[in-house]
């Protein structure tokens, strides 16, 4: 069974400073990663997807994240913290291309950026 | 771009009260998906479908049931409603290209009183 883990269930960083959201994952395969963001009242939106290459994927919005694949981690990452990242910032996993594409999430991270 | 929406933004329904929640995508996706989120426990998958009439259930089916007659419509029954599905539900869709994202609607925020 393919599970995620968020470590931390809020972070809180100042605006213009770097930040990290954690995740790590447990797969039988490859894993395929993934982070969406979701603001209040909303879905959940894409930011960015690991499936193979270079371990470094840069998404929308300035995230970037690390695919480490000794540490099994897959860290959400942003150089300088604009206020309106403040969301809630959910990992997710698939290890199979074929069958259920469904996937399994983290507990999510909620990210507050002070200005 | 994508489309997934969801019938209701907000639901308030009573014990024992059958419920519908639809959703409803306009890019001809082959797959969609129920979900509930629950605070610290993130999302987790209720039931999917890979084509019409077909369907799987995920990880917490119990209490819900689904139905898909049309390629773009995928609706969630709660037969019996029970304060326990109290919760946020939200649909999502993707194509059957292997790596594609899944597309999310805004979600449906169900009360059970």
């Known amino acids: 069974a393919q599970s995620v883990a968020q470590p931390e269930d809020q972070v809180n960083v100042a605006e213009g400073n770097p930040l990290t959201v954690k995740c790590t994952y447990s797969?039988?395969?490859?894993?395929?990663l993934f982070w969406y963001v979701q603001y209040p009242n909303r879905g959940l939106q894409f930011l960015l997807k690991y499936i193979t290459g270079d371990n470094l994927v840069k998404g929308s919005y300035g995230f970037e994240a690390e695919f480490n694949k000794s540490q099994t981690s897959f860290h959400l990452k942003k150089p300088s913290a604009l206020v309106s990242d403040s969301a809630l910032y959910f990992c997710?996993?698939?290890?199979?291309?074929?069958?259920?594409?469904?996937?399994?999430f983290g507990s999510g991270t909620r990210l507050q950026v002070q200005p | 771009d994508v489309k997934v929406t969801q019938s209701s933004r907000y639901l308030v329904k009573r014990t024992g009260e059958k419920v519908f929640l639809e959703c409803v995508q306009d890019?001809?996706?082959?797959?969609m998906f129920w979900y509930r989120q629950d605070p610290g426990l993130g999302l987790r998958l209720i039931y999917f479908?890979?084509?019409?009439?077909?369907?799987e259930k995920g990880d917490i089916p119990e209490g819900y049931s689904v139905s898909r007659e049309k390629k773009e419509r995928f609706s969630l029954i709660l037969e019996s409603a029970s304060t326990n599905q109290t919760s946020m539900y939200l649909c999502?869709?993707?194509?059957?290209?292997?790596?594609?994202?899944?597309?999310f609607g805004p979600g449906t925020r169900l009360t059970v009183t």
């Open positions: 999502a869709s993707i194509s059957s290209g292997t790596w594609n994202e899944q597309y």
């Open positions: 797969v039988s395969g490859n894993p395929y």
């Open positions: 997710a996993v698939r290890d199979s291309p074929t069958g259920r594409r469904a996937l399994t």
């Open positions: 890019m001809d996706h082959e797959n």
């Open positions: 479908s890979y084509d019409v009439k077909m369907k």
